[in-house]
């Protein structure tokens, strides 16, 4: 049996605590925060969508940074596992659409009172309000930890599950980066992802609040494309966020290319230029003494309309039996084309995970193990792996924190 001390109450910290604490442990959480869970209870906005029923091939596919590191983890815990053990804790879960995992209730709360219960019955010690400032290690491994109060606390073993800097609100403060670093650690550049992204064009806030369905977009890479998805999204104040969007982000990030970059929405996924350009053909012929501004509604949503029409460069009083064949084809170019520059992301606070992180090249996949100092762990969102929304993120917290719960050798 040994002393271990697991840092942050959040997803993987609270996981890794009832795991840990099962086989025998003396197990203590420190969180700084006044309740355990703060990030978990706005995951979802609100329901908690703790993890995707996927299989774990779909699981793997997800993940945007450093996915074979997760290979271990990710089969020995999976989606079934975590469902499994909510139920067992009397958190009755369903599978929505997407294989997207949440609370029977809609309720974030009941995933938290499940692992409190958890927490309680495994009889682990909670401290809260809480903050560690230092990890003390010599002669390469970890000996303790070191209270922002200066009381040192001797550990057999630690884990560092302090998340990451996103929803700073919630205590993200990238302690846990650190903590990292003075133990010799590398830490990778760290940046906001799934997060919504700031454009440079002037008619973008105009369509504000306008959401699409069924669209595809394209961020432009040198050579390839960054990000190609299909999906919803919405214009905002500052630019575009979404599904769609959020996704594109962490791919945008992952790239590595500098600001600005270009970007393109196609309007009508569903349609080839040509066949565009027939529709197109279609609804002009059938009114052909309108006018072009009072025929482009029925191709496009009403807050979309004016702004089609300045891209088009089509005088809005023009009769539509007067636009040329290049007029038209300039109207497809930017319907199939809709052009965007996007100018950067928005900052962490708005951000729902953290791209980077703890080094996986000093981490061993199979325990979350430092391979630099013995006996200290990383889990979570502290480690520099990423995955998409969907529940993903999550799974991995609770894969990593499942695997270093076990490697607890005492």
Not at 186 to 209: M, R, S, W
Not at 234 to 263: D, N, R
Not at 264 to 277: F, H, S, V
Request: charged residues 20%.
């Amino acid at each position: 049996m040994a002393k271990v001390g697991i840092i942050g109450g959040g997803a993987a910290g609270m996981f890794a605590a009832v795991q840990a604490a099962g086989y025998g442990h003396e197990v203590h959480l420190y969180e700084q925060n006044e309740k355990l869970g703060k990030k978990l209870f706005i995951t979802g906005k609100g329901r908690c969508n703790f993890t995707n029923a996927c299989p774990a091939e779909e699981f793997f596919q997800n993940i945007v940074s450093n996915a074979k590191f997760m290979y271990s983890s990710g089969y020995g815990y999976t989606s079934q596992d975590i469902m499994a053990f909510f139920e067992q804790h009397r958190v009755p879960v369903k599978v929505e659409r997407g294989n997207r995992a949440f609370p029977a209730s809609d309720h974030s709360s009941d995933i938290i009172r499940g692992l409190e219960r958890a927490l309680k019955e495994a009889g682990v010690k909670i401290h809260l309000g809480t903050k560690v400032r230092h990890l003390q290690c010599a002669e390469g491994a970890v000996r303790g930890i070191v209270l922002e109060n200066g009381t040192r606390l001797a550990m057999d073993a630690v884990m560092v599950a302090t998340g990451g800097l996103s929803y700073p609100t919630t205590g993200s403060t990238g302690d846990g980066y650190r903590l990292a670093k003075e133990c010799g650690h590398t830490v990778t550049e760290l940046k906001p992802a799934l997060v919504p992204l700031e454009t440079g064009e002037t008619y973008i806030p105009k369509l504000q609040g306008l959401s699409l369905r069924n669209v595809a977009l394209r961020v432009k890479g040198k050579k390839k494309p960054v990000y190609e998805g299909f999906g919803e999204m919405m214009f905002t104040h500052f630019g575009i966020t979404g599904p769609l969007v959020l996704s594109a982000s962490s791919y945008i990030g992952k790239s590595g290319l500098p600001w600005p970059m270009e970007a393109e929405i196609d309007l009508k996924p569903a349609l080839t230029e040509t066949q565009l350009d027939e529709r197109l053909l279609r609804e002009f012929q059938a009114a052909q003494n309108k006018q072009f501004k009072n025929v482009v509604p029925e191709l496009f949503p009403s807050r979309l309309v004016p702004v089609m029409i300045e891209l088009s460069g089509i005088a809005p009083d023009r009769p539509v039996n007067g636009i040329s064949r290049e007029e038209r084809r300039v109207l497809v170019e930017k319907t199939k084309h809709f052009p965007l520059t996007i100018v950067g992301t928005r900052p962490y606070r708005e951000a729902i995970i953290t791209q980077g992180g703890v080094s996986v090249k000093e981490v061993n996949p199979g325990t979350m193990e430092s391979k630099k100092v013995k006996n200290l762990y990383f889990i979570g969102e502290v480690l520099d792996v990423d995955a998409l929304t969907g529940g993903f993120n999550l799974q991995v917290a609770w894969s990593t924190a499942y695997a270093a719960a076990c490697a607890l050798q005492f």
